[in-house]
């Protein structure tokens, strides 16, 4: 496949639930036997996106905002309202057999290993569901070991795994038929410090490997922070921006500042524009900084002006406190 090929592609779709309206009491209760209002809920409503084989990318947006529903749609559990969608050249709703084999899917805290089977037992089973032929079912097992380090609970039910190594058996068995697509719910939900660091690592290894075309959902920031390149930011069902990690963190990057440390207490000159002094504790200087006003290479031009200059660092916010007050607008 070309990298340029799309293997994804969502347009105009919508999704809506009917929900049954509730009246309160006994009485309410008694005439939804007879008579039943419903209320319409848009999960989805004018969604469009395209992705390329092999790229990475983030699918992010506040509770409610409709990333399960839009992932559970491309999955074929779930059948859109109206759009069309097409991923790896089939319509999972309807072609739900042959898109499965094209298919690799991970739900944080939700297993497709079975429970009292050893990791090995459910793998093969795995094998025979997907038609996996013996010798790519070995090469791709000796691949997973040496990134997974399966192996060492290999004999062992899966109900006694840790929850770092089921995620890992659990991402294994998901991409053990080679898909082109690998979709990925929350999967770092309930993982330590490490065990989602190391999580990182392999989905950056196993996109690098075998250019697997993945779609992230999380609210782990660092985990978009650190796998993906670009970022699709919904919102009341609808896309409110689709474009790389950095031109997003770039225009929409919030607070940034310097801090400026000096061999002794600077004396401040005149402040450029775009520029503002937060604080001066000891020797050391905090400058907010409006890069839309004035560059870091032009401040810097300024600040050795106010005396000898020993260090400066840059810092800005997070994603997570960008996406916090982009939810609050």
Not at 207 to 226: F, M, P, Y
Request: aromatic share 8%; charged share 25%.
């Amino acid at each position: 496949m070309s990298s340029n090929e799309v293997l994804i592609e969502v347009k105009e779709l919508c999704k809506e639930f009917k929900i049954l309206k509730k009246k309160p009491g006994l009485g309410g209760a008694l005439m939804s036997l007879f008579s039943r209002d419903y209320q319409t809920i848009e999960a989805i409503k004018d969604i469009s996106f395209k992705i390329n084989q092999g790229e990475i990318v983030g699918y992010v947006g506040p509770n409610g905002a409709g990333k399960s529903t839009t992932i559970k749609i491309l999955c074929g559990i779930l059948y859109p309202t109206s759009g069309l969608i097409e991923v790896a050249g089939f319509v999972p709703s309807v072609d739900r057999k042959q898109f499965a084999m094209t298919l690799g899917v991970m739900f944080g805290q939700r297993t497709q290993l079975w429970w009292d089977l050893p990791v090995s037992e459910s793998f093969d089973l795995l094998k025979s569901i997907y038609k996996v032929d013996n010798a790519r079912y070995k090469k791709n097992l000796d691949f997973f070991n040496d990134i997974f380090d399966i192996k060492e609970f290999w004999g062992q039910p899966v109900r006694r795994l840790s929850l770092g190594q089921r995620v890992r058996a659990d991402l294994a068995a998901a991409l053990i038929h080679d898909p082109n697509v690998l979709l990925l719910d929350e999967p770092t939900i309930g993982l330590d410090v490490l065990a989602r660091s190391r999580f990182r690592e392999l989905i950056k290894m196993v996109n690098a490997e075998k250019k697997t075309t993945i779609l992230l959902t999380s609210h782990d920031i660092d985990d978009i922070e650190l796998i993906v390149d670009r970022l699709i930011l919904i919102d009341k069902g609808t896309v409110k921006y689709d474009g790389t990690l950095k031109k997003f963190l770039k225009n929409y990057g919030g607070q940034k500042k310097l801090l400026v440390n000096y061999s002794n207490k600077p004396k401040i000159g005149k402040i450029p524009d775009g520029a503002s002094v937060q604080s001066l504790k000891g020797n050391i200087l905090e400058i907010k900084v409006d890069t839309a006003i004035i560059s870091y290479h032009d401040l810097i031009k300024v600040i050795p002006d106010w005396g000898k200059v020993i260090d400066i660092q840059l810092e800005s916010d997070s994603l997570e406190t960008i996406l916090s007050e982009l939810y609050k607008k």
